[in-house]
């Protein structure tokens, strides 16, 4: 079994910063992408930031400058710092990893449980 395990949401003013964590664990033979999503009520969820195994990085349009994706793979974790937040950032945030349980088992999308970013005007 895999769980991926978020922290670090919370409540905070505009122009303020947040960093969420994420740490896979559980039966993981390898990791591919790692990444973040987000949902705001009423709309789809979408791609925030993800790494590749290699630290290739990759932001929506609307994040570039102001937030940074990490990864550790030894540590199986992925980080989001969120700088100058916006309340158009308030959202359900995501963690999000392709992992493969064995050699021989493909690649499947795992889930953390969403923690909740409130950004006040």
């Known amino acids: 079994q895999v769980q991926l395990v978020e922290s670090g949401g919370g409540l905070v003013q505009a122009g303020g910063s947040l960093r969420l964590a994420c740490t896979a664990s559980?039966?993981?033979?390898?990791?591919?992408?790692m990444g973040w999503y987000r949902q705001a009520p009423g709309k789809q969820r979408e791609l925030v930031a993800t790494?590749?195994?290699?630290?290739?990085?990759n932001y929506v349009d609307a994040v570039k400058g102001r937030f940074t994706v990490s990864r550790d793979n030894a540590k199986n974790t992925v980080d989001l710092q969120m700088n100058s937040l916006k309340p158009e950032d308030t959202a359900v945030y995501y963690c999000?990893?392709?992992?493969?349980?064995?050699?021989?088992?493909?690649?499947?999308?795992?889930w953390g449980q969403g923690t909740q970013v409130t950004v006040s005007s």
């Open positions: 790494v590749t195994s290699g630290g290739r990085k």
């Open positions: 999000n990893a392709a992992i493969r349980r064995s050699w021989n088992q493909p690649l499947s999308d795992y």
């Open positions: 559980g039966s993981i033979f390898s990791i591919n992408l």
